[in-house]
């Protein structure tokens, strides 16, 4: 079993819709976390960083953690055709010791925002 | 703003044959971190150095060797290669215990 899971989709929704992307993970030790936006070809680009259980809101995007529960998620609100690419939570220990903070991501999740 | 800077980005390569990816991470960034991702797969973490030292290791196997210089770019060597990997390979920098790293645009190697 995965360290880090994540629905893979692939998740169709029109413009203007609210996305949900979700991970859950199993590992306490995990301590950041991180959503990257990743279009075809190309190299992931941070969207999100959070380090505490509730929410934490920049623009259209937010990302939630509840580490009770080992969940987290991204919303997208008023979702743009744009938005389209695959979504990726990472996780990460607190660096330190034998850790420098390598990440683990889920498995990523495909939206597409049509018209 | 300045980002990391992989190069090159495309390599083909044959079974058996060595490469050298190469990676320049972001000014001030004094860690480098290198990632696999095959294909539809997430990225895998391979290893990772700081201050010029190997700081963590993971799934990276023997064939593969790392090192980082003295002005904090980073190169990944790859010898006997196989069709297995053939992959996109990620280079991300940060500073060191910094809470976020930045990826590159990757180089997708080919091997035939």
């Known amino acids: 079993q995965k360290e880090v899971e994540q629905d893979p989709g692939p998740l169709s929704v029109p413009e203007g819709a609210i996305v949900s992307l979700n991970c859950t993970y199993s590992n306490s030790a995990f301590q950041y976390f991180m959503w990257y936006r990743q279009y075809s070809r190309k190299g992931p680009e941070l969207l999100m960083y959070t380090y505490s259980s509730g929410n934490k809101e920049d623009g259209r995007f937010t990302a939630q953690v509840d580490k009770s529960s080992k969940y987290i998620s991204l919303f997208i609100r008023d979702s743009q055709p744009s938005d389209s690419a695959t979504y990726l939570c990472?996780?990460?220990?607190?660096?330190?010791?034998?850790?420098?903070?390598?990440?683990?991501f889920g498995q990523g999740t495909i939206l597409t925002v049509h018209p | 703003a300045a980002g990391v800077i992989q190069s090159p980005r495309h390599l083909i390569k044959e079974k058996r044959e060595t490469a050298t990816l190469k990676c320049y991470p972001i000014p001030r960034h004094d860690t480098v971190y290198w990632y696999q991702q095959g294909p539809g797969q997430d990225p895998q973490f391979l290893i990772s150095f700081y201050e010029k030292m190997q700081s963590d290791k993971g799934s990276i196997p023997d064939r593969f060797s790392a090192q980082q210089f003295s002005d904090y770019h980073s190169e990944l060597n790859m010898s006997s290669l196989e069709l297995g990997d053939s992959a996109l390979y990620f280079c991300a920098s940060s500073v060191v215990g910094g809470n976020t790293q930045y990826f590159g645009p990757g180089t997708r190697l080919t091997v035939l």
């Open positions: 990472a996780i990460r220990t607190r660096a330190g010791g034998t850790s420098y903070g390598k990440l683990t």
